[in-house]
């Protein structure tokens, strides 16, 4: 399906469904939007027999395929989601062409039904029913069962993809065979995964000891600098040069000696141009890369200017205004990540403590991505330890739900509503983060840990 069709099919739902929950009737406004979406199906019925919309998570799917929206109608689109998971209604199938007047009847059903305090899934089915709507069927959101299986399995597909990043990076600095192919299917394979279960990943990016620090960062950055993408409404083709931009940020360290890297104490001037150097090397591994039939120029530029303020100061020394938007996304979330590292010259943060460093440093971060970011974040993200109430000490696991650890070190789900008294650093605590994400992989229920 076209991302037109796409659009135009969001546009024309959310909008009926709307004055339909305004007016409560079928009025002469309803059945000229109405009309319009009708027309807009018949279109899609010469291409296709059915027509299938489901959510997943907080995503919309058409006919198995996930809906990539642009910003311009990003408020409709999470309208339209919001909407029917009011209504309980997972998934919306078109078995052939309505006529005319079944659009009307079920959009209509659907606004009235919305506008009220009081329905169920039950009474909007038997609406449809009386109605005499038969070629447009609705099912109920997935049980919790089932619904439990699907996010345990994404889950795993997260991590398995995270430690496949780190290998591939690791593969990138000692074989000449590594090829862009790959980094095209690690950044897809985040991106998919991104959009159906964001939390969960954005809680992996806590995990800091898979194999060396430059490779977990790497992964880590990659990430978050999709989630910012997505979020952005960054088309498919810009996220996967987005990707490959973060995945290399900081590739070119490996060239450069372990001593000037983990030096404790102040770097000497020579020392510190050599850092300085890290950005031209990374954006030469992509350059030799088997398979890079063109250079990519975005994602070059976003790893050279990645360590540049958003008021022009920073390194590399070259002649740009302002850094360009892929590198001032890397730049938030590569601090971000950097801060919340523990490293031999530096203090570990808390994700709270870094957020709040991000968000005073206006000459550092741009402002209004930093907006994005906290969105996506939150005020306690998604792998931060929290203090609870009663002393209890948690995980966030994503944003509706903390793992609780007790004090035989049993981790267990509980809903965010647990009251959380503060974040904390890693160093107040006797656990191991990364164990509790892993734990809970593998078992979503209950984990020991």
Same mark, same amino acid.
């Given at each position: 399906m076209k991302e037109t069709d796409i659009r135009n099919l969001i546009l024309y739902f959310s909008s009926s469904i709307h004055i339909a929950r305004v007016f409560q009737t079928k009025s002469q406004t309803l059945y000229q939007h109405?009309?319009?979406?009708?027309?807009?199906?018949?279109?899609?019925?010469?291409?296709?027999?059915?027509?299938?919309?489901?959510?997943?998570?907080?995503?919309?799917?058409?006919?198995?395929?996930?809906?990539?929206?642009?910003?311009?109608?990003?408020?409709?689109?999470?309208?339209?989601?919001?909407?029917?998971?009011?209504?309980?209604?997972?998934?919306?199938?078109?078995?052939?062409?309505?006529?005319?007047?079944?659009?009307?009847?079920?959009?209509?059903?659907?606004?009235?039904?919305?506008?009220?305090?009081?329905?169920?899934?039950?009474?909007?089915?038997?609406?449809?029913?009386?109605?005499?709507?038969?070629?447009?069927?609705?099912?109920?959101?997935?049980?919790?069962?089932?619904?439990?299986?699907?996010?345990?399995?994404?889950?795993?597909?997260?991590?398995?993809?995270?430690?496949?990043?780190?290998?591939?990076?690791?593969?990138?600095?000692?074989?000449? #065979?590594?090829?862009?192919?790959?980094?095209?299917?690690?950044?897809?394979?985040?991106? #998919?995964?991104?959009?159906?279960?964001?939390?969960?990943?954005?809680?992996?990016?806590?995990?800091k000891d898979i194999g060396s620090y430059t490779f977990n960062h790497s992964a880590n950055v990659c990430i978050l600098s999709i989630a910012m993408g997505i979020e952005l409404g960054l088309t498919r083709k810009d996220l996967l040069e987005l990707g490959i931009a973060a995945l290399f940020h900081d590739l070119g360290k490996i060239d450069i000696p372990g001593d000037i890297l983990n030096k404790p104490d102040t770097l000497t001037n020579i020392e510190y141009e050599k850092i300085k150097q890290h950005p031209y090397l990374s954006a030469e591994r992509i350059i030799f890369l088997k398979g890079v039939d063109e250079v990519p120029v975005f994602a070059l530029r976003g790893i050279l200017e990645h360590h540049i303020d958003y008021s022009g100061t920073g390194y590399p020394d070259i002649s740009t205004k302002k850094p360009t938007l892929f590198a001032r996304i890397i730049r938030i979330v590569d601090s971000y990540d950097a801060m919340t590292t523990p490293r031999i010259y530096q203090n570990v943060r808390s994700p709270f403590e870094a957020l709040k460093y991000i968000v005073k440093s206006k000459e550092i971060y741009d402002p209004s991505l930093v907006k994005t970011f906290l969105d996506i974040m939150g005020i306690y993200p998604p792998g931060s330890i929290v203090l609870l109430k009663g002393g209890l000490k948690g995980v966030m696991i994503s944003d509706k739900e903390v793992a609780v650890i007790r004090k035989n070190k049993i981790a267990e789900k509980f809903p965010k509503e647990t009251t959380i008294i503060r974040a904390l650093s890693p160093n107040e605590v006797d656990f191991d983060t990364s164990s509790i994400l892993t734990a809970v992989t593998s078992d979503e229920n209950s984990s020991g840990v």
């Open positions: 109405a009309q319009k979406t009708h027309q807009f199906l018949s279109d899609l019925f010469k291409e296709f027999k059915t027509i299938e919309l489901f959510i997943s998570e907080n995503h919309l799917f058409f006919n198995d395929e996930r809906a990539n929206v642009e910003m311009g109608i990003i408020d409709r689109y999470r309208s339209l989601i919001h909407d029917l998971k009011t209504l309980s209604i997972g998934t919306i199938l078109f078995t052939r062409l309505p006529k005319l007047d079944e659009v009307v009847s079920f959009l209509c059903c659907l606004g009235t039904h919305l506008a009220s305090s009081k329905h169920s899934f039950e009474q909007i089915s038997n609406s449809l029913k009386k109605e005499g709507v038969k070629s447009i069927k609705i099912s109920r959101i997935e049980d919790s069962k089932q619904k439990d299986g699907i996010l345990r399995s994404i889950r795993e597909e997260a991590l398995s993809t995270l430690l496949d990043s780190i290998s591939y990076l690791k593969k990138v600095t000692i074989e000449e #065979e590594a090829n862009i192919y790959e980094a095209r299917r690690i950044v897809r394979n985040f991106s #998919e995964l991104l959009f159906k279960e964001r939390s969960y990943l954005i809680a992996l990016t806590i995990i």
